[in-house]
């Protein structure tokens, strides 16, 4: 269980006072739970004093955001994605500096409009992607795009809810809304976006079940509810078939 842990994506974490007590310190713990549902073993990242060539180790970077962002961050943000990373920005697109003022670097650099909310919030929010949609009980923030970029989700009113941009030779997806996992359908979409950002998750099909690999070729396994659970998992790329009785766990290879 010591041996080093295993993982396949970055998950960039805001360092400022008092974080938690903030809107965008519930959600990033939300969209870590959600990336973990959906088979993704995220490691935490301190994205804002990592250096530019630190970032790049990170083929998809998610970032969970406020209307704040320092003027550097913003500048790093786009340089990654410039040199190839690949960003899905959840949360707001950042409006403003560490020190208030009014600040769209990253929006300049990426080609993305707007920052500013609906005057009437819609709580009952959704988004159609893909030809589905998908409920999110969040008001979206008014985003719109230059020529060079996609729309992938639109709200029921037909506003951007999601757009794609490449820029240099890496893509950034901007998902304007404070997330919260309250369905599965929510978790399902934040995969699928990161598909388009070429990347899936090394555990695919579990679903009650928990699994943690490690780097020695061994994952536990966990059933942590109180009835028995058989799930058919693919760990890699090895197809495992697994039956746990509650309570309980089995080491398996991958």
């Not at 790049?56 to 970032?63: A, D, F, I, Q, Y």
């Not at 962002?69 to 340089?79: D, G, N, S, T």
């Not at 769209?104 to 589905?132: C, M, R, W, Y």
């Not at 979409?189 to 388009?196: G, P, T, V």
């Amino acid at each position: 269980f010591r041996a080093d842990s295993v993982y396949d994506i970055a998950l960039g974490v805001k360092r400022e006072p008092v974080v938690s007590l903030k809107p965008v310190g519930p959600a990033t713990t939300e969209v870590f739970y959600a990336l973990r549902s959906q088979g993704f073993l995220p490691k935490l990242v301190d994205f804002e004093s990592e250096t530019p060539e630190e970032l790049l180790k990170h083929p998809v970077l998610v970032v969970v955001n406020d209307r704040w962002m320092a003027r550097k961050v913003q500048e790093k943000l786009a340089a990654y994605v410039e040199a190839g990373g690949n960003l899905l920005l959840i949360g707001s697109l950042p409006t403003k500096d560490e020190t208030d003022h009014y600040c769209h670097i990253l929006a300049d650099e990426l080609g993305v409009l707007g920052g500013t909310f609906p005057k009437k919030s819609v709580d009952q929010e959704k988004v159609l992607f893909e030809g589905q949609e998908y409920y999110l009980g969040k008001t979206i923030q008014n985003i719109d795009i230059d020529k060079k970029g996609e729309t992938l989700g639109r709200t029921e009113a037909g506003r951007p809810a999601i757009v794609s941009v490449k820029k240099g030779t890496g893509t950034a997806q901007i998902f304007p809304v404070m997330f919260a996992n309250h369905f599965k359908s929510q978790a399902v979409l934040i995969k699928k976006l990161i598909a388009r950002l070429g990347k899936k998750p090394t555990v695919e099909g579990q679903d009650l079940l928990r699994v943690i690999p490690k780097a020695n070729g061994k994952a536990f396994v966990l059933n942590i509810h109180p009835v028995p659970v058989a799930e058919n998992l693919t760990i890699g790329a090895e197809a495992v078939e697994c039956e746990l009785d509650p309570y309980s766990y089995i080491i398996v290879d991958w």
